[in-house]
């Protein structure tokens, strides 16, 4: 009998042991989760807070880019430049989101893009006759519209995705065929309805009343510098009319759309800021619509997020 009770507590033991040994790696595994889980909601906070100081970054450089404006001007002088869109790369070339190890800016990335909103055609305040020469828009649709802006109590476009929902607009003119750009790439809600010639891709300019495509395929090529892409360091803008019809050799007279519809300096301005973590599996976005006046600047609109890996 006495050996039959040493067995049988020689297996309780040895139960013991295993559910204490599956209990210890169940409670290890959880912990290690749970420390993963840890770190990577701190790596993502870590990413926001980048993000953030990437569009505060860009709101300075346009604050500082309008102060300087002012002043220049002041003296009767002009910056060559101007406020233009760019794409800056803040960790490679300026340093200034310090991130503790240097081995990790080989990994990870603080930028930001700015884009001048008025390069595109303003569904708020761009006149109907632009409207009226966009191949797509029907006469009901540029109608329904304008007719927001003409209520008793003006109903603005807050976004640009607002128009899908017009009566008139179909799911291709909207997006787009591969012969053909899309409505959505064509609007804005922001500015004065006038059209920045430095900032708007070709549609726009084609789009506009009597503009010969001819004419914007040399306007394009002289702002597309000498590497001949947009976006680049050597970007070259206008000032006026009068110095495109000078740089490219177009006869003034055929920029009279130009001159109605055209300007050559924007106001508002979209800052898209992206930050990653872990070799970019942690990314995270921040965007803000800045309007430029004087020599201020002023935050419109602020939305952020994460972004899948």
Same mark, same amino acid.
């Given at each position: 009998?006495? =050996?039959?009770? !040493?067995?049988? $507590?020689?297996?309780?033991?040895?139960? /013991?042991?295993?559910?204490?040994? +599956?209990?210890? &790696?169940?409670?290890?595994?959880?912990?290690?989760?749970?420390?993963?889980?840890?770190?990577?909601?701190?790596?993502?906070?870590?990413?926001?807070?980048?993000?953030?100081?990437?569009?505060?970054?860009?709101?300075?450089?346009?604050?500082?880019?309008?102060?300087?404006?002012?002043?220049?001007?002041?003296?009767?002088?002009?910056?060559?430049?101007?406020?233009?869109?760019?794409?800056?790369?803040?960790?490679?070339?300026?340093?200034?989101?310090?991130?503790?190890?240097?081995?990790?800016?080989?990994?990870?990335?603080?930028?930001?893009?700015?884009?001048?909103?008025?390069?595109?055609?303003?569904?708020?305040?761009?006149?109907?006759?632009?409207?009226?020469?966009?191949?797509?828009?029907?006469?009901?649709?540029?109608?329904?519209?304008? =007719?927001?802006? !003409?209520?008793? $109590?003006?109903?603005?476009?807050?976004? /640009?995705?607002?128009?899908?929902? +017009?009566?008139? &607009?179909?799911?291709?003119?909207?997006?787009?065929?591969?012969?053909?750009?899309?409505?959505?790439?064509?609007?804005?809600?922001?500015?004065?309805?006038?059209?920045?010639?430095?900032?708007?891709?070709?549609?726009?300019?084609?789009?506009?009343?009597?503009?010969?495509?001819?004419?914007?395929?040399?306007?394009?090529?002289?702002?597309?510098?000498?590497?001949?892409?947009?976006?680049?360091?050597?970007?070259?803008?206008?000032?006026?009319?009068?110095?495109?019809?000078?740089?490219?050799?177009?006869?003034?007279?055929?920029?009279?759309?130009?001159?109605?519809?055209?300007?050559?300096?924007?106001?508002?301005?979209?800052?898209?800021?992206?930050?990653?973590?872990?070799?970019?599996?942690?990314?995270?976005?921040?965007?803000?619509?800045?309007?430029?006046?004087?020599?201020?600047?002023?935050?419109?609109?602020?939305?952020?997020?994460?972004?899948?890996?």
């Amino acid at each position: 009998m006495k =050996r039959g009770a !040493d067995g049988f $507590v020689l297996i309780a033991v040895i139960w /013991v042991l295993a559910i204490l040994t +599956v209990l210890a &790696i169940g409670f290890g595994r959880r912990a290690l989760l749970e420390q993963r889980v840890a770190a990577l909601s701190i790596d993502r906070t870590r990413t926001q807070y980048l993000a953030r100081g990437a569009v505060e970054y860009g709101i300075a450089y346009l604050r500082n880019q309008a102060m300087l404006q002012s002043i220049a001007e002041q003296y009767g002088g002009e910056l060559q430049s101007g406020i233009h869109g760019m794409r800056k790369n803040l960790l490679a070339e300026d340093g200034i989101f310090d991130l503790g190890d240097p081995s990790l800016q080989a990994k990870d990335n603080v930028s930001f893009a700015l884009e001048e909103c008025e390069g595109r055609i303003s569904l708020n305040a761009t006149p109907r006759e632009v409207f009226d020469a966009i191949e797509g828009l029907s006469f009901t649709t540029v109608t329904a519209i304008l =007719r927001r802006r !003409d209520e008793e $109590v003006p109903q603005p476009f807050l976004a /640009v995705e607002e128009a899908r929902f +017009v009566d008139g &607009i179909t799911d291709q003119s909207w997006y787009g065929t591969p012969d053909r750009p899309g409505l959505r790439d064509l609007f804005t809600v922001y500015g004065d309805g006038r059209i920045n010639v430095n900032a708007a891709p070709r549609e726009v300019l084609e789009a506009l009343p009597d503009m010969d495509p001819s004419a914007v395929a040399l306007i394009i090529s002289y702002r597309a510098g000498s590497d001949g892409k947009l976006e680049t360091s050597d970007d070259r803008r206008f000032r006026n009319v009068e110095e495109v019809a000078t740089a490219t050799g177009i006869d003034l007279n055929d920029l009279a759309p130009l001159a109605r519809f055209c300007k050559f300096e924007s106001q508002f301005f979209t800052i898209t800021a992206t930050a990653t973590q872990r070799q970019g599996k942690v990314r995270s976005a921040s965007t803000a619509v800045v309007q430029v006046d004087g020599d201020t600047a002023r935050v419109l609109n602020w939305w952020e997020g994460d972004l899948g890996s």
